[in-house]
């Protein structure tokens, strides 16, 4: 029995038989973070004897025949975006250095009330703008499948903790496929609810708008179990939506019957790899294998993503990021003469360059002449993109597709390149700005040893159809078994 590897159902059913413990648990996932993570390098900070405490704590209770919470006892690493009471929230940011939240964000709240154990805070890329975690102001985290290579961004610290077998499971946020592309990275099942149906209360915002909280984890069962445990209404969120939550794991190995996947003509262009193609129409002809029918569809304003997401989110993160000034929360400089270098130094001391890209492309859009120009007309092509995707889904059940249109690239390969850098995230884009739910789903390894994912996305709040349909292709490859071996 190994405990390092194994998949939170297992892990769940080990402690439940009494065959392990949650301390032994914890223990075995912080030895691999001691044997590992000098070389990955996911783990902004490790509390260790607050998570082995309250492991105990959950053994006490199932050794009395207590009730015990769904995650019972499972570690969870947690994205350092979300609010961790007591425990510094950095965003990987010069800015929030010492920053120590005095609450809990809502879906730590949940994680604790389901038992589940914060194993420690990951890297990210800054304030979640980036696509290789390049962008963090303390280190960058490596790809556990090549070291050489990203995990991708900005959720990399999550995807990459969980394929390094530090956690089965662990929570990243999604503004434009930051979920998603690090899963296909590092060969984890990744998932990005539908806007409303998570809490974003707690989660420092880069784009309101946009941003979700979702799983990650090393098979599908795992991040249905974690949406589960995360989802639902909240007060303190005023987009949060008052819907029911349904069980996405009771019915989760059940196929679904006359599945319709759309496949979308536009998505198969110049600059996708071509190792990717073969992979996901290979994916395809499973689905098919198992009586689902392949529809092709059309996404006409999806060429516009890319452009309409580069103006509404840095238009949001401007707005966003304003209030770090070095008065109100933030980094203040040590050097100024009078308050208008005060706040021009600490913005510019305490953001990194990616950050100040975004702000200055948000408050040039936002500006007098320019915002009907820009961000109104922005508006105006999201509204159509979210129209193909009603129009489509009246046809068919999920839209499936390549995750991003490469593997994992090497460290230091675009980050002097940012619009390469923002290509990379052209086949998640699209959900974020439709507010649908996406998973990305481990669907091969390229002949370099890098992994593939499918991505599948859903009308809104149809993430038990995902997972299900997830969990189809999963249950006949096997892919998500896969481990790296970390040298």
């Known amino acids: ?40 390098e996911a783990y902004v900070q490790i509390d260790t004897e607050t998570a082995l405490k309250k492991a105990a704590d959950v053994d006490a209770r199932r050794q009395a025949g207590e009730s015990v919470g769904p995650l019972g006892g499972l570690p969870i690493a947690i994205k350092d975006v979300l609010c961790t009471k007591g425990v510094a929230t950095t965003c990987s940011s ?75 499971m662990s929570l990243g946020s999604d503004t434009g496929g930051s979920i998603r592309q690090p899963a296909h990275f590092c060969g984890v099942v990744g998932m990005k609810p539908t806007y409303g149906r998570v809490s974003r209360y707690g989660l420092v915002a880069f784009a309101s708008s946009l941003d979700q909280v979702g799983p990650l984890a090393n098979d599908v069962h795992g991040a249905a179990l974690l949406l589960e445990a995360i989802s639902g209404h909240d007060q303190l969120d005023s987009t949060s939506v008052p819907k029911d939550v349904p069980s996405y794991t009771s019915n989760l190995e059940e196929p679904l019957k006359g599945l319709k996947i759309g496949i979308v003509k536009e998505h198969y262009v110049d600059g996708l790899d071509g190792e990717v193609e073969l992979t996901v129409r290979e994916a395809y002809k499973v689905y098919e294998s198992l009586g689902a029918e392949l529809i092709d569809i059309s996404l006409p304003n999806s060429k516009y993503c890319v452009a309409a997401y580069y103006i509404i989110a840095p238009a949001e993160a401007s707005s966003n990021l304003a209030r770090y000034d070095g008065i109100h929360y933030g980094h203040r400089t040590e050097n100024f003469e009078n308050m208008v270098e005060m706040y021009s130094r600490s913005r510019g001391e305490g953001f990194g360059t990616e950050v100040k890209r975004r702000i200055m492309l948000g408050t040039y859009t936002l500006s007098a002449g320019y915002i009907d120009a820009y961000y109104l007309k922005a508006l105006k092509v999201r509204r159509l993109i979210r129209n193909d995707f009603d129009d489509a889904f009246k046809k068919v059940d999920v839209i499936a597709s390549p995750t991003s249109p490469n593997t994992a690239f090497k460290l230091g390969g675009m980050i002097n390149d940012p619009m390469s850098m923002y290509l990379e995230d052209i086949y998640t884009i699209s959900a974020n700005l439709a507010g649908l739910p996406g998973i ?48």
């Open 440 to 487: 990305s789903v481990p669907a091969g390894i390229s002949k370099e040893g890098l992994p593939i994912g499918l991505q599948l996305v859903g009308a809104p709040f149809e993430e038990g159809k995902l997972l299900r349909a997830a969990r189809m292709f999963e249950k006949e490859t096997g892919w998500t078994a896969k481990r790296p071996e970390i040298n």
């Open 1 to 40: 029995m190994s405990l390092v590897g194994a998949t939170a159902a297992e892990l769940l059913s080990f402690m439940k038989k009494g065959e392990t413990t949650a301390v032994e648990v914890m223990q075995a996932h912080l030895e691999q973070i001691s044997q590992t993570d000098d070389k990955v």
């Open 94 to 168: 010069k800015m929030l250095e010492n920053f120590i939240p005095p609450y809990d964000a809502t879906v730590i709240k949940k994680l604790s009330e389901a038992d589940g154990i914060m194993i420690g805070k990951v890297n990210m890329d800054e304030f979640a703008m980036g696509s290789s975690t390049e962008n963090s102001a303390f280190k960058k985290t490596r790809n556990p499948w090549n070291l050489e290579c990203t995990p991708g961004g900005s959720s990399g610290g999550s995807a990459a903790a969980v394929a390094a077998m530090t956690a089965p």
